[in-house]
């Protein structure tokens, strides 16, 4: 449904009534990319939709260029991920969504944080202006307790607000995620990182 100049909230509340029907559900993908008519209330029916799916392992879901999607939509998704106790695997593209500041960003992490089951966390805020340090080192913090964890791919890139000494005290949280084995952290092309692209890990 990526670029759906067409879909509104409507067809989204259709999705929704499907999914919850299938309560075996073990992988989720869906797309809703630069899908701009979409607003966060029908964000928000959909996370209430997904909570019916118990026996989720896997989810994916595409947010890329939104305007709208804050708080309220975020809430629905929190809601809902703090269900799955069995998820091991979550990717979520909020790349381009402007509206996206740090108190949306902390609550997310918080969201996160209660999913000891997770293995693997993909999760792109490039070019999410108004993140700032401060989530960033909260949002270190919050993922801290994911004793599980073996991959972590964080996308950052152009988010202009994060400073060397945010990333060293990062980098010190990371340091606790004792079981991971593939990182990459993004903070290129106009941050303060402009110099560090990719950072891999893999050991």
């Known amino acids: 449904m990526n670029r759906c100049g067409t879909i509104t909230d409507k067809s989204l509340k259709y999705v929704g009534l499907s999914l919850q029907r299938l309560g075996r559900l073990k992988h989720v993908k869906l797309d809703f990319g630069y899908c701009n008519k979409i607003t966060e209330k ?52 909020f790349k381009h969504n ?64 994060i400073t060397n000494e945010v990333l060293k005290k990062f980098g010190e949280d990371l340091q606790r995620f004792m079981f991971l084995r593939f990182l990459i952290l993004n903070f290129g092309q106009y941050s303060a990182f402009s110099h560090m692209n990719i950072l891999t890990i893999d050991h």
């Open 42 to 93: 029908g964000v928000k029916k959909l996370g209430k939709s997904l909570q019916r799916l118990v026996s989720l392992q896997s989810i994916s879901l595409n947010f890329q260029g939104w305007q709208v999607i804050r708080s309220l939509g975020l809430k629905g998704i929190q809601e809902s991920l703090q269900r799955f106790v069995s998820l091991k695997s979550i990717d979520i593209n």
């Open 98 to 161: 402007y509206c996206f500041r740090d108190p949306d960003l902390i609550n997310f992490s918080e969201s996160l944080q209660k999913l000891n089951s997770l293995e693997s966390i993909s999760l792109n805020f490039a070019k999410c202006y108004h993140i700032t340090h401060e989530s960033l080192e909260a949002f270190g913090k919050n993922l801290q307790e994911l004793y599980s964890l073996q991959s972590l791919n964080l996308n950052f890139g152009q988010c202009q607000s």
